[in-house]
C-alpha cells in the first residue's frame, strides 16, 4: 500500500542519516525562548526520549496587512481564538489535528491570513494531489501555498518531501497526520518520517472546534523511536483536550500495524 511504501522508505531515509542521528540538533531549530512540555515522557529502548517544547510566544492576529486584519476581525467575530507560536522554526512539519470536517481548511486558511503566515514571507505550504492543481482552481490552492505531488515517481513521498527540506532554506510543511476526514483506526505515517528523515521539528497543531481554538505551539523533537514520539504526541493531545468538528472522527495516535509504529 501507499502507507506502507511511505514507511519502509521513511524508515530507510531515517537510517541513512547515521548512527548518530539520536540526540544530534535539528535542521529545523530557532533561537526561540522555551517552556518544556512534558506530559508523560516514555522512554525508547536505548534510553533516549522525544523533547516536547513550548514557543514563549503568539504572534498577534490582525498585525500583518490588510488581509490579516479582515480575516482576524471574521475568527474573533464568532468567538475563534488563535494561539500560533512566535517565533516559529525556520523548516518543522506542522501536523494539524483532528481532520474531520471539510471546515478544517477554511478555518485553517483563515488562521493562516490572521496571523500573516504566507507562503512568500513564511514558507507555509502543503502538499496535494495533483487533479487539485488543474483548472479551475489550480492557481488557488497554489496561491495559499499548496504544490502537486507526482504519486506515480520512481521515489516515495518521504523521499520527495526531505529532498524539498533540503533544496529550500525555508519550509514549514502543513500536513493532516490521518489523510482523511473519514474515521480511520490508524494515523499515516509519512508525517513522522518526513520530519525524521528531513531531521525537522514536529509541530503540533490542533483545531479545538468546542473551544473554538487554533493552536500551534508547541515542538517535539523525535528521538526516532516512533512508539516512544507517538506517545508523547498522544499524551500531549490528551493533555491539550482539544476535539474536532466530528469527534467520533478523531483517530487514534497509532501507526498500522507493520507500517513503523
Known amino acids: ?59 498577534v492576529p490582525g498585525s500583518y496587512g490588510l488581509l490579516s486584519r479582515l480575516s482576524a476581525w ?65 492557481w488557488f490552492f497554489r496561491g495559499v501555498g499548496g504544490f502537486p505531488v507526482n504519486r506515480k515517481a520512481s521515489t516515495g513521498f518521504v523521499e520527495q518531501m526531505a529532498a524539498r527540506f533540503t533544496a529550500e532554506p525555508r519550509m514549514r510543511f502543513v500536513i493532516a497526520p490521518e489523510g482523511t476526514r473519514s474515521y480511520v483506526p490508524h494515523m499515516r505515517s509519512s508525517f513522522y518520517y518526513v520530519a525524521v528523515a528531513a531531521r525537522v521539528p514536529i509541530a503540533m497543531g490542533a483545531f479545538d472546534f468546542p473551544g473554538k481554538r487554533v493552536v500551534v505551539d508547541t515542538f517535539l523533537t523525535p528521538c526516532g523511536d516512533a512508539a516512544a514520539d507517538l506517545s508523547a504526541i498522544d499524551g500531549y493531545y490528551r493533555q491539550l483536550g482539544n476535539r474536532g468538528c466530528v469527534p467520533e472522527k478523531a483517530a487514534p495516535w497509532k501507526f498500522r500495524s507493520g507500517d513503523g509504529g
Not at 11 to 32: K, P, S, V, W
Not at 75 to 84: A, H, K, L, T
Not at 88 to 101: A, E, Q
Not at 103 to 128: E, S
Open 1 to 59: 500500500s501507499k502507507t506502507s511504501i511511505a514507511s519502509r522508505s521513511g524508515e530507510t531515509a531515517a537510517a541513512n542519516i547515521g548512527t548518530n542521528y539520536r540526540g544530534t540538533a535539528f535542521a529545523g531549530g530557532c533561537n526561540m525562548a522555551v517552556q518544556e512540555v512534558v506530559p508523560g515522557t516514555v522512554h525508547a529502548k536505548d534510553g533516549s526520549a522525544p523533547r516536547l517544547e513550548r514557543a514563549a510566544g503568539h504572534r
Open 74 to 138: 471574521w475568527m474573533r467575530r464568532r468567538g475563534w481564538r488563535m494561539e500560533i507560536a512566535e517565533p516559529m522554526p525556520d523548516k518543522c512539519v506542522i501536523i494539524m489535528y483532528p481532520h474531520t470536517s471539510n471546515w478544517d481548511f477554511p478555518i485553517g486558511l483563515l488562521t493562516k491570513w490572521a496571523v500573516g503566515l504566507t507562503l512568500k514571507r513564511d514558507a507555509l505550504c502543503f502538499a496535494g494531489k495533483e487533479s487539485l492543481f488543474k483548472w479551475p482552481w489550480g
